[in-house]
């Protein structure tokens, strides 16, 4: 079990579970701290459990077992309204009656804050996410970017102390979602409120995190910074579902602390790699390496081996050429080199070398 407790936790789940049948564990004994100010993804494929997770958080769902504290108060039991947490959904959930002042006004009504003090509140959020000229609109007059900053408006007129986030940008074109990505990013920092975010996009969650918890079969798999979870995937899923991997299967045939060689399939090829999720020699393991991390033709000293390979792709894609080869039996081991003026250009059934440094190899559970 993944304990990611801390003494000194803002939000933190204690050994929390999740069943909506009374059986089946959507949410499986979850030990999650999240630090004040911190901004946190929960990043996984649908149905992991990560939004479960912040419905629970947001008190929208009841925990079947466990523990919720939010700045050292047990919220369990606490409805949402008075959990005074800020809350952006993917279809931005603005009233659709209402004009972008009268939707950004609701929350501070409830909360019995007067007209003067509404006003410079209203005002602050809209000029923060650049919508200040919008205030006498309705959401339908506004586009889809639009009324995802009046969503984040809305969602930080009150101060709240913690924002949830589920997929916001998730409805919004590649160059939208990436502009809006770094101005949440920015707004979250300059505010000093602390986020967790939930999206399916790794991207994303690589991009604007402190922190990523990567989450399957409702547990976290790894929580790490993005750099250690792209540079150090600690299991095979892990490696597989942040970024692009290449993975070859083998048997580890040596096993020492820091090192490994392990016999690939088909083709009796040792290679050496770092163990990180392999017990002993004899375990089948699946061995990652990351496409940038693959050099062709490399010189000799600079890796401990080189494998046979065949073009069966060169696509040029801007700024790096990406080569899909057949490596091991398998043809889709993939190679990223940047677009340089002395790139060899290279063609289906083209046969070339490829090797890589060991310790960009790892050797992890089959």
């Given at each position: 079990m993944l304990d990611t407790r801390s003494d000194q936790a803002f939000v933190s789940f204690d050994r929390v579970q999740k069943s909506y049948d009374g059986e089946t564990l959507v949410v499986k004994d979850l030990n999650l701290s999240i630090g004040k100010g911190e901004f946190l993804t929960m990043l996984g494929p649908s149905g992991s459990g990560k939004t479960t997770c912040l419905m629970m958080l947001a008190g929208f769902?009841?925990?079947t077992h466990g523990e919720i504290r939010l700045d050292g108060r047990e919220i369990n039991n606490i409805p949402p309204h008075k959990r005074g947490i800020g809350m952006?959904?993917?279809?931005?959930a603005l009233f659709p009656h209402m004009t972008v002042g009268e939707n950004l006004s609701f929350p501070l009504e409830v909360r019995k804050i007067g007209k003067s003090e509404r006003e410079t509140k209203i005002k602050r959020?809209?000029?923060?996410?650049?919508?200040g000229d919008f205030v006498g609109r309705r959401p339908a007059q506004l586009s889809g970017g639009q009324q995802q900053r009046i969503a984040l408006a809305r969602?930080?007129?009150?101060e709240p102390e913690l924002v949830l986030m589920d997929e916001p940008l998730g409805a919004l074109d590649k160059q939208l979602r990436e502009t809006l990505?770094?101005?949440?990013?920015r707004l979250a920092h300059d505010l000093g409120i602390t986020v967790v975010y939930v999206t399916h996009d790794q991207t994303e969650a690589l991009t604007m995190s402190d922190r990523v918890a990567v989450f399957d079969d409702g547990r976290i798999q790894q929580l790490a910074t993005p750099d250690a979870l792209y540079e150090t995937p600690q299991n095979s899923f892990v490696a597989q579902f942040i970024g692009e991997?290449?993975?070859?299967?083998g048997t580890v045939k040596t096993l020492d602390k820091d090192r490994c060689v392990v016999t690939l399939d088909g083709t009796g090829e040792e290679i050496d790699a770092l163990p990180v999720n392999v017990k002993k020699a004899g375990d089948k393991t699946l061995v990652s390496i990351r496409p940038e991390r693959v050099e062709f033709d490399p010189q000799l000293g600079e890796t401990s081996h080189t494998l046979d390979a065949e073009v069966l792709e060169f696509i040029y894609m801007g700024d790096v050429f990406r080569t899909r080869l057949r490596v091991a039996g398998r043809d889709d081991f993939i190679v990223k080199t940047r677009n340089r003026a002395d790139q060899k250009r290279l063609s289906p059934g083209d046969k070339v070398k490829i090797?890589?440094?060991?310790?960009?190899c790892r050797a992890l559970d089959h």
């Open positions: 769902e009841t925990a952006v959904f993917q279809n931005y959020a809209l000029d923060m996410v650049q919508m969602a930080l007129v009150f990505q770094f101005e949440i990013t991997n290449n993975t070859l299967r090797g890589w440094l060991p310790q960009d």
